[in-house]
Nanobody
Framework: QVQLVESGGGLVQPGGSLRLSCGIP????????MGWYRQAPGKQREVVAT???????NYRDSVKGRFTISRDNAKNTVNLEMNSLKPEDTAVYYC?????????????WGQGTQVTVTS
């Protein structure tokens, strides 16, 4: 079972910054769509930011202007730069990739990385 590997979570004070990175194994197919999701305790998993293979990005309203999603083709990673962090950003963050082999699409997930924003 192919799994993505996330890194970069941690504990930060409000107003601080963190950078999450997700390593994508080579050979999983043609990547169509990548995203970062998060799940806070007692809440459903929600999409945070997405980026298409063409580079189009989309963000949930609460993170617009603070978070930036990007892809590093050389390192084969998808990253999430998070600035001006707020306590409500506290959650486990998951990386997601949709890749195709021919017409067969497969969703891949990481194991999650904890982000805690507290004073």
């Amino acid at each position: 079972q192919v799994q993505l590997v996330e890194s970069g979570g941690g504990l930060v004070q409000p107003g601080g910054s963190l950078r999450l990175s997700c390593g994508i194994p080579r050979g999983i197919g043609s990547i169509n769509f990548m995203g970062w999701y998060r799940q806070a305790p007692g809440k459903q998993r929600e999409v945070v930011a997405t980026i298409t293979s063409g580079g189009a990005t989309n963000y949930r309203d609460s993170v617009k202007g603070r978070f930036t999603i990007s892809r590093d083709n050389a390192k084969n990673t998808v990253n999430l730069e998070m600035n001006s962090l707020k306590p409500e950003d506290t959650a486990v963050y998951y990386c997601n990739v949709l890749a195709f082999r021919g017409t067969n699409g497969q969703n891949y997930w990481g194991q999650g990385t904890q982000v805690t924003v507290t004073s």
